[in-house]
């Protein structure tokens, strides 16, 4: 079992040195026992590329098995433990998007200190085009992001929806000239004709904005893009750019900012979210946990259907 947990390591961070320090073993003894590994399998595992070890093919066969057989053994060796959140240790990183550090970090840091005071939660920026990824090279342990198809070894579960409402800044120029009062839906030719920023972590400037206006035949011009809710709303209220934003955040932070809220002028479709995880965390008694935390916490968020 300790040879199959350095290659369990080795696969992780490829790297004897990471392996070491993950699994308590110096740098010598991982050495010696992907030696002894390569002896016993008759092929080998790694190639040096520089300071990194690439896994060759016949390795990355092995990942996902062994990753599963030693968390099913170690579901078998604690499960007559309870879990008991009051003395949890356990570490998570959570990816996603400043979004949640408004609507659920607050709130997630207020509950763990009163049930799991020992526990620690790092939220950290998704990566942009790359969110399973993450996931699945052990950097996030979970990620909040929007509900698709998932691949098999994904597990999800809806969090809550979202609608997209329009914010400008008060006294629009374009805006007051068109005689259009906060509250009120933003004709369409306005809201073509004014400039857009765009909330974007990968940096394209191509949203679902985009493509609720091309099932109507028009378009607009989007002149910035950032990777940040925050950043948005703060170049909203000192710019002539209007934004598209989940209606939760702007209806939060509109009075704060002297913004203006207006509903779209083309049907644009509910954002559904969804807390995703590798399959093999699934059972594991503290995330399934905390999987259960953050829905209960993000539960009042869900739009209500009109």
Same mark, same amino acid.
């Given at each position: 079992?300790?040879?199959?947990?350095?290659?369990?390591?080795l696969?992780?961070?490829?790297?004897?040195?990471?392996?070491?320090?993950?699994?308590?073993?110096?740098?010598?003894?991982?050495?010696?026992?992907?030696?002894?590994l390569?002896?016993?399998?008759?092929?080998?595992?790694?190639?040096?590329?520089?300071?990194?070890?690439?896994?060759?093919?016949h390795?990355?066969?092995?990942?996902?098995?062994?990753r599963d057989?030693?968390?099913?053994?170690?579901?078998?060796l604690?499960?007559?433990?309870p879990?008991?959140?009051?003395?949890?240790?356990?570490?998570?990183?959570?990816?996603?998007?400043?979004?949640?550090?408004?609507?659920?970090?607050?709130?997630?840091?207020?509950?763990?200190?009163?049930?799991?005071?020992?526990?620690?939660v790092?939220?950290?920026?998704?990566?942009?085009?790359?969110?399973?990824?993450?996931?699945?090279?052990?950097?996030?342990?979970?990620?909040?992001?929007?509900?698709?198809?998932?691949?098999?070894?994904?597990?999800?579960?809806?969090?809550? #929806?979202? &609608?997209? @409402? =329009? $914010?400008?800044?008060?006294?629009?120029?374009?805006?007051?000239? +068109?005689?259009?009062?906060?509250?009120?839906?933003?004709?369409?030719d306005?809201?073509?004709?004014?400039?857009?920023?765009?909330?974007?972590?990968?940096?394209?400037?191509?949203?679902?904005?985009?493509?609720?206006l091309?099932?109507?035949? #028009?378009? &607009?011009? @989007? =002149? $910035?893009?950032l990777?940040?809710?925050?950043?948005?709303c703060? +170049?909203?209220?000192?710019?002539?750019?209007?934004?598209?934003?989940p209606?939760?955040?702007?209806?939060?932070?509109?009075?704060?900012?002297?913004?203006?809220?207006?509903?779209?002028?083309?049907?644009?479709?509910?954002?559904?979210?969804a807390?995703?995880?590798?399959?093999?965390?699934?059972?594991?008694?503290?995330?399934?946990?905390?999987?259960?935390?953050?829905?209960?916490?993000?539960?009042?968020?869900?739009?209500?259907?009109?």
């Amino acid at each position: 079992m300790n040879l199959l947990r350095v290659l369990d390591a080795l696969l992780q961070t490829c790297s004897t040195t990471a392996a070491g320090r993950q699994i308590g073993l110096s740098q010598p003894a991982v050495s010696a026992a992907l030696g002894r590994l390569r002896h016993a399998l008759g092929a080998p595992l790694f190639v040096r590329q520089g300071r990194r070890l690439v896994p060759t093919g016949h390795a990355l066969t092995l990942r996902d098995p062994l990753r599963d057989l030693l968390e099913n053994t170690e579901s078998l060796l604690s499960g007559a433990a309870p879990f008991d959140p009051a003395t949890a240790e356990d570490v998570f990183r959570i990816s996603g998007s400043d979004f949640y550090a408004e609507f659920l970090m607050p709130q997630l840091a207020d509950h763990l200190s009163r049930a799991a005071p020992f526990m620690q939660v790092h939220l950290v920026d998704l990566v942009p085009d790359r969110y399973l990824d993450t996931i699945d090279r052990y950097d996030v342990d979970m990620a909040m992001i929007p509900g698709t198809t998932f691949p098999p070894w994904i597990d999800h579960r809806p969090l809550h #929806r979202s &609608r997209f @409402v =329009v $914010m400008d800044r008060l006294g629009h120029p374009k805006l007051k000239t +068109a005689h259009v009062r906060p509250g009120e839906a933003i004709p369409l030719d306005v809201y073509c004709d004014v400039h857009h920023i765009l909330f974007s972590p990968e940096g394209k400037s191509h949203g679902i904005g985009d493509e609720a206006l091309a099932r109507v035949g #028009r378009e &607009r011009r @989007v =002149v $910035m893009t950032l990777p940040v809710f925050s950043g948005v709303c703060r +170049a909203v209220a000192q710019s002539d750019l209007i934004a598209l934003i989940p209606e939760q955040l702007a209806r939060r932070v509109a009075p704060v900012l002297g913004l203006s809220i207006h509903a779209p002028p083309m049907e644009v479709p509910e954002a559904s979210l969804a807390l995703v995880w590798h399959r093999r965390a699934t059972r594991t008694p503290a995330h399934r946990w905390l999987r259960d935390q953050i829905a209960m916490l993000l539960a009042p968020l869900d739009t209500p259907a009109v």
